[in-house]
């Protein structure tokens, strides 16, 4: 069973950066895709990027080129970049595998880009 805990979120301004961690409590190292979520207040939870185990990464149209995603086995750990923000980034952020699994939501964390 693996447990996935986010952290890392806060209050940025627009053009801000933020880096997201997520730290699992068991063994990340079989599960070949992992990927990071996110659910904006009145909208549908959307996949925002993802990293196989050998490193290849896919990313949504609204965040190609401004967050990047690793992730790091040895230590249990997917990180996520986010750097030139915007207000419509503003969202709780989950870390999960992808396709994902019901009983891995964490608690996410509050991204807020506000000025």
């Known amino acids: 069973q693996v447990q996935l805990v986010e952290s890392g979120g806060g209050l940025v301004q627009p053009g801000g950066s933020l880096r997201l961690s997520c730290a699992a409590s068991?063994?990340?190292?079989?599960?070949?895709?992992m990927g990071w979520y996110r659910r904006a207040p009145g909208k549908q939870r959307e996949l925002v990027a993802s990293?196989?185990?050998?490193?290849?990464?896919n990313y949504a149209d609204s965040v190609k080129g401004r967050f990047a995603i690793s992730r790091d086995n040895s230590k249990n750990t997917v990180y996520l970049q986010m750097n030139s923000l915007k207000p419509e980034d503003t969202a709780v952020y989950y870390c999960?595998?992808?396709?994902?699994?019901?009983?891995?939501w964490g608690q996410g964390t509050q991204v807020t880009v506000s000025s």
């Open positions: 068991g063994s990340i190292f079989r599960i070949n895709v």
């Open positions: 999960n595998t992808v396709p994902y699994r019901n009983n891995y």
């Open positions: 990293i196989t185990s050998g490193g290849a990464t």
